[in-house]
DNA sequence: TTGTACGCGTTATCAT
DNA sequence: ATGATAACGCGTACAA
């Protein structure tokens, strides 16, 4: 077991005390010229680094947050990741990204001055009983009444109406709709979105013309053939995410049912993969969330945040499975 | 700023020294029953949280390695992420996930044990004067002879003879080939070793069937655009990586050129839109790397390591895209 | 069974 | 210009 080189051991080979090899380091002036400078070579001579835990505990703050996420299947997670990273980084923090089970420890540790979390495992009673003005919290798609945390979410309504606003505009009438997981907060906005436009203007929206899926793709293709047996297709067919409006486009075009031809398809993520299905969809600024939450995270730590949540604002990206 | 609530508190709350509350804690059995229970439920009480920094500038240990990555482009990171994450779960080391300004800070600051190292930013300078038996690195797609660093690298060549040796087989004769940039490992593992299955069964290759690409769909396509233009299709057309097979399906699938009827095409990577367009591809276990790299690390942290790097072997999916 | 004292590597205050 | 010393929060050997 090799010792670390610490400031006592570049002292003591220098000859001096402790306080002036910590001295020089910090760049404080009271100290002589040549005497610093014996001090510096022998740092880089015996590869001196200062511990991050000995100066934190000292200084009692760390400059680093944490941001905790666990559902590896999202390639869009590395687009939130940057975006917090790259305010992190004009702002001088530090970011680790952790999986729930390190990141408690990161959060109860004192070892970081906040967190971002995303992750549904960690629970609203852990992120109640966490935060506190000293360690404030930003959710990210969920909301959360405290104090000390703050919440980041997706607007989904407002573009879901317009979504289904400039659908009716454009002419359709006959209205079928793949919803997600009932308990998803996303699937219940968007879906209450769909109902509300319809009924604003006045065009009925049967139940029968409304299919359960699970936001997977193989859902979306499944109830997508059981739709296409009932042989009363719809105009078009609004989806609760990509994936499922994928599925059902691969199950149209195995029945020759041509896309927007025979039937318009509209999508909700603009996922990597819609691009290659021309698939009408809505695009979430997944970076721009990142970079938002960040800064909301920062100020909150600097004691300057606002009381109020803060919502996204997604984009509809007109592609060609719509008429 | 209020305090955080310390050992101190909590001996002072239940009238006791911070050692008793300490021995508590670490489920020492020289504490009173009742001792014991009245310092637990002030713990609770209080909210005390043990200080992370405190526990490990003690211990001289940490458990907690880093993982350096910076291109936020690529998926398939996040299957790197989650393999290393896995084995150490499993292992009881916390992980941090970093970008290279943060990372360094991290890996000089004894704060961690190791590190994972993606990002080619991190210069092999730098590693090798980070690197010591107090703090093994791995490197992930990159070789540095060094003592204390270990390489965990994929394997090519090997693959991609199995893959034109495969299609030689199949009757093969006629090869188109798409190579991305001319400077990177990659492409120049996978060129030669296609090129050397040819020779190897004196099949020749006429250097006006070989396109410069750049790794992107776009090259892809334009090239692909121009291969049609020679009127002379060959019956195979191999690319560098899957991006650009997709780019070439597409410009096939514009001028009428079915696939795999017409020619057969493949590619490399099995990015997420592979399976979309059916294309027969060579899987990366990603996954598997990140496991592998996080268990080699941890091997070298525990003193246990073998010298050698470790070669990740690919397998080949074959999927529609050939005849 | 409980408390005292020291050290981990730093920074900061106050003497010298 | 330089050094001694006291924290920061914790663990632990040893004394009481």
Sequence with gaps: MIKLVGL???AQAAGVSISTVSNVLNGRKNVGKETRDR???LCEEMGYQPNIMGKSLKKGQTNTIVFNFSDFERSFYLKIIKGIHDYLTENHFDLIVCTTNSSENFMRGHFTQGAIVLDRKMTDAFLVSTASSQFPIVV????????????VITENYSVMCELTQTLI???????????GYESSLDHQERYQAFIDTLTMNHIPFP???YYHGDFSE?????V???LILSNDLPEILVCANDNMAIGAIKALRENKIEVPKDISV???DDSSNAENFGLTTVTIPRYESGYIAAKELVEMIRGAGNQEDFKITAKINWRETVR
């Excluded at 193989?218 to 499944?222: A, D, L, N, Q």
């Design 218 to 222: 193989k859902s979306g293709y499944r």
């Design 207 to 209: 139940r029968t013309k």
């Design 39 to 41: 001090i510096l070579q």
């Design 8 to 10: 006592k051991d570049i």
């Design 266 to 268: 509209t999508g909700f």
């Design 169 to 179: 505009d454009k002419g359709f009438r006959k209205f079928g709709y793949i919803g």
């Design 224 to 226: 997508t053939n059981i």
């Design 140 to 151: 990210m798609d969920r909301i959360i009444e405290n104090e000390n945390i703050k919440s």
